[in-house]
């Protein structure tokens, strides 16, 4: 490292995964010296299979590219425009994948590792950091992923007082709620409960007839599922939570006495006719735009999960900004853990950025990487960094992760879920798109993807403001 800096002005980052590796090219972009801590080769994760920056552990793509349309291309464009090292090496990687990103995993990987080595202000460790980062690191990432190092997760734990870091995710699907259709579902909490901080109708409750729910418990048990990875197997489920299609596997009328038991609703629709069984969705975001399905943590692919709970009533075309899954992962109770920019409350010296903060996927760590970098990087330097605008798609992840998200009504179940990037996430427009450019009235479908452009458009420009303000200045001072 041929910086100049003395070591209280170096960010030490632990873990060179996807936002790892993000998180100290901006940090020496911006000036700052950076140490990057990486444990493999000398000691690997489950998934990991080589010592490369940055690895894509399954899948190589960062899914659809389309900045207009889609929430995770526009998060693209928004790295682009912040100069990030994660997307400029998926683009000259880029492999044919039709409006998706994809790129040649290895060319990516390796592209991103020489970028980094080559940087004349970072200096690459290949080391396990396994306790408490030493007291003469004052300003560290933590951006160790789904698949924590055992002992590191075990000191995390510790210090934020959690019971648990690393076990099964018991993931329900969530509802983009303006495609649930109210003129067959109603709002009520069971009997009227308006409970700590709930109004008396609080859910989303679809209901179901005999015939309705036979058939629906009939495609629970004939829906394909997906397999455990061998190590998967010994880690525990978190909260005991069991998939509805095990539920369902245990008795026909199981589910009916759990998740979509009857009681205590009345349907203002048919009043006189009490349901067989009944369907729940809460609200998942402050906004009320996301609601999940109460109890419906399942293991069925994702074609088979929209199929039969679009077989639901008041869900016939139900978009889902996730859909529902378990598996192993490691990640923060971020809203309550961790402070607006990234902190740990416990030892704010600790940064946190990428999966372990609570959001899902290659480009939305590195994306978390990226801002917990320039807040780091703006640390060292003795800046203050204002947000990115929550009208951004990485202002709208950054709130989620950090406080968007409501707890739940319900006492002692830890309800923070890691969340793709969607438009669920974004606060609505003022003024709804009512007609094309032409003047003639917008129809149909039509008036979905005038919505999401508009928001598209909003983000860009208000991001554009953002790195005028913040990011030239703090460039040039
Ligand atoms: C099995 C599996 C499959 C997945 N498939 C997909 C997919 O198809 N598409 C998708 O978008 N997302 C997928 N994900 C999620 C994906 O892994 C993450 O979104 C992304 O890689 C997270 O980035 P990260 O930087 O937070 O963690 P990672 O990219 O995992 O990086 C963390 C790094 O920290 C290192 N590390 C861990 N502990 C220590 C320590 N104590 N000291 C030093 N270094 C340490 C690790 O070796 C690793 O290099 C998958 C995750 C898993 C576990």
């Known amino acids: 490292?041929?910086?100049?800096?003395?070591?209280?002005?170096?960010?030490?980052?632990?873990?060179?995964?996807l936002a790892g590796s993000e998180s100290a090219w901006q940090i020496a972009e911006a000036g700052v010296c950076v140490v990057l801590h990486e444990m493999r080769p000398k000691r690997m994760t489950e998934a990991h299979r080589t010592d490369g920056l940055a690895e894509l552990v399954c899948s190589n793509s960062f899914r659809s590219d389309d900045a207009a349309n889609n929430a995770v291309g526009l998060l693209h464009a928004e790295m682009r425009r912040?100069?990030?090292?994660?997307?400029?090496?998926?683009?000259?990687?880029?492999?044919?994948?039709g409006g998706a990103l994809a790129v040649d995993r290895e060319g990516f990987s390796s592209a991103v590792t020489r970028a980094l080595i080559e940087h004349p202000l970072i200096d690459i460790r290949r080391d396990e950091v396994a306790d408490l980062p030493p007291a003469d690191w004052g300003n560290v990432i933590v951006a160790t992923g789904p698949l924590t190092s055992a002992p590191l997760a075990d000191t995390i734990r510790k210090l934020t007082d959690e019971n648990a870091l690393a076990f099964f995710d018991a993931i329900a699907p969530i509802v983009h709620r303006d495609t649930i259709d109210m003129n067959v579902a109603w709002f009520q909490s069971r009997y009227d409960k308006v409970g700590p901080g709930g109004t008396g109708a609080d859910y989303i409750n679809c209901p179901m007839t005999k015939e309705q729910y036979d058939a629906f418990v009939d495609a629970?048990?004939?829906?394909?599922?997906?397999?455990?990875?061998?190590?998967?197997?010994?880690?525990?489920?978190?909260?005991?939570?069991?998939?509805?299609?095990?539920?369902?596997?245990?008795?026909?009328e199981t589910l009916r006495h759990g998740p979509m038991k009857p009681v205590g609703l009345t349907n203002p629709h048919d009043p006189t006719t009490k349901p067989?069984?009944?369907?729940?969705?809460?609200?998942?975001?402050?906004?009320?735009?996301?609601?999940?399905?109460?109890?419906?943590?399942?293991?069925l692919k994702y074609g088979a999960q929209q199929r039969i709970f679009r077989t639901i009533p008041g869900l016939e075309k139900a978009e889902f900004a996730r859909l529902g899954g378990l598996h192993r992962n490691t990640f923060l109770n971020s809203p309550k853990l961790l402070d607006r920019q990234l902190r740990l409350h416990a030892d704010p010296r600790l940064r946190f950025a990428g999966q372990m903060t609570g959001c899902e996927g290659y480009v939305e760590s590195a994306s978390i990487g990226l801002i917990a970098g320039l807040y780091a990087a703006a640390?060292?330097?003795?800046?203050?960094?204002?947000?990115?605008?929550?009208?951004?798609?990485?202002?709208?992840?950054?709130?989620?992760?950090?406080?968007?998200?409501?707890?739940?009504?319900?006492?002692?179940?830890?309800?923070?879920?890691?969340?793709n990037i969607n438009f669920g996430l974004f606060p609505p427009l003022a003024d709804l798109p009512t007609r094309k450019v032409d003047g003639t009235r917008l129809r149909g479908n039509e008036k979905t993807i005038?919505?999401?452009?508009?928001?598209?458009?909003?983000?860009?420009?208000?991001?554009?403001?953002?790195?005028?303000d913040n990011l030239c200045i703090a460039a040039a001072a």
């Open 1 to 17: 490292m041929r910086g100049t800096q003395s070591s209280s002005n170096i960010v030490h980052i632990v873990g060179g995964g």
């Open 450 to 468: 005038a919505r999401k452009q508009a928001i598209s458009a909003r983000a860009l420009s208000d991001l554009d403001c953002w790195i005028a």
């Open 379 to 419: 640390d060292a330097r003795g800046k203050q960094l204002s947000p990115p605008p929550a009208t951004t798609a990485l202002g709208s992840l950054l709130n989620h992760i950090t406080g968007g998200h409501i707890e739940t009504i319900e006492q002692g179940s830890r309800s923070f879920q890691p969340m």
């Open 220 to 252: 629970l048990l004939q829906g394909e599922k997906i397999d455990f990875r061998e190590w998967e197997i010994s880690t525990p489920y978190f909260d005991g939570c069991l998939p509805i299609e095990v539920m369902a596997e245990r008795g026909r």
């Open 276 to 299: 067989y069984a009944i369907v729940q969705l809460r609200q998942d975001n402050k906004l009320g735009t996301l609601y999940n399905m109460v109890g419906f943590q399942t293991k």
């Open 82 to 97: 912040l100069g990030s090292l994660i997307m400029r090496c998926a683009d000259v990687n880029q492999v044919p994948a």
